[in-house]
C-alpha cells in the first residue's frame, strides 16, 4: 500500500504563521498592560468630558490618557543607615537651636528682672578705666629765681614755658604759694606742691 503525500498549499502555511504572530502579539500586549499603570476611574472620565468639551467647541479630536510611570527608589542598607544618621544629625541640630534660644530668652528675662546688674558692670568698668591726668598734674616746676625781692618761677605744660609768681593763673590752677625751692598750687579741690624737678 503506497501513501502519497500530498504537498501543504502556502496559503495554510501563511495563515497558520499570521495566527501564531497574532496569538503572540496579544499575550505581550497582556503582560505589559498588567505591568503599567491604571488611571483612576474619576480621573479618566473627568479627563473625558473635558476632552468631549472641548471637543465640541473647538472641534478637536480627543487626545488619549497620558499614562505616568514613577520609578520606586529602594535604598541599599548603607544607604539607609547614612539616610538615618542624617535625620539624628538634622534633630540633634534642630535641638541644639533650641536650647540656645532658650538660655538667650532666660539671660534677657534676668536682665529685665535685675535691673542692678548692669549699673554694677558699668560701675566696675568705670573703675578699671584710667584716670586721665588734671592740669595740675602736667605741671612742672623748671627753675625759681629771686628777682626785685619777688620770687619768681618758670613751669612746664604739655611742653610750653610759662613764667609765674605768686596769685598768677594757669587755665583753672593758681599758684597760692611759692619759696626758693617750691610752688604750690590749686585747682579749687586739690592742692598740690611741686619742687625744681632735677635731670
Known amino acids: 500500500m503506497t501513501t502519497n503525500k500530498q ?6 502555511i501563511a495563515l497558520a504563521v499570521a495566527l501564531g504572530v497574532a496569538v503572540l502579539g496579544y499575550g505581550s500586549y497582556v503582560v505589559y498592560d498588567s505591568m503599567s499603570t491604571k488611571i483612576p476611574a474619576p480621573a479618566l472620565q473627568e479627563s473625558t ?10 472641534n478637536q479630536p480627543v487626545p488619549e490618557p497620558v499614562v505616568s510611570r514613577q520609578a520606586v527608589f529602594v535604598p541599599s542598607p548603607a544607604a539607609s543607615e547614612i539616610i538615618g544618621y542624617e535625620k539624628q544629625t538634622s534633630v540633634q541640630n534642630a535641638r541644639l ?10 539671660d534677657a528675662a534676668n536682665k529685665l528682672t535685675n535691673p542692678t546688674q ?50 598768677s593763673r594757669i587755665g583753672d590752677v593758681s599758684v597760692i604759694g611759692i619759696t626758693a625751692d617750691s610752688i604750690t598750687f590749686s585747682d579749687g579741690h586739690n592742692t598740690k606742691t611741686r619742687r625744681v624737678k632735677n635731670y
Open 97 to 106: 537651636n533650641a536650647l540656645t534660644a532658650q538660655k538667650n530668652a532666660n
Open 49 to 58: 468630558s473635558t476632552s468631549l468639551n472641548s471637543m465640541d467647541t473647538l
Open 118 to 167: 548692669p549699673i554694677a558692670a558699668l560701675i566696675e568698668q568705670m573703675a578699671e578705666k584710667p584716670k586721665e591726668p588734671s592740669l595740675l598734674d602736667l605741671i612742672v616746676v623748671k627753675s625759681l629765681i629771686e628777682s626785685g625781692g619777688e620770687i619768681v618761677g618758670m613751669v612746664s605744660v604739655g611742653g610750653e614755658l610759662i613764667d609765674v609768681k605768686r596769685g
Open 7 to 12: 504537498p501543504v498549499p502556502k496559503s495554510k
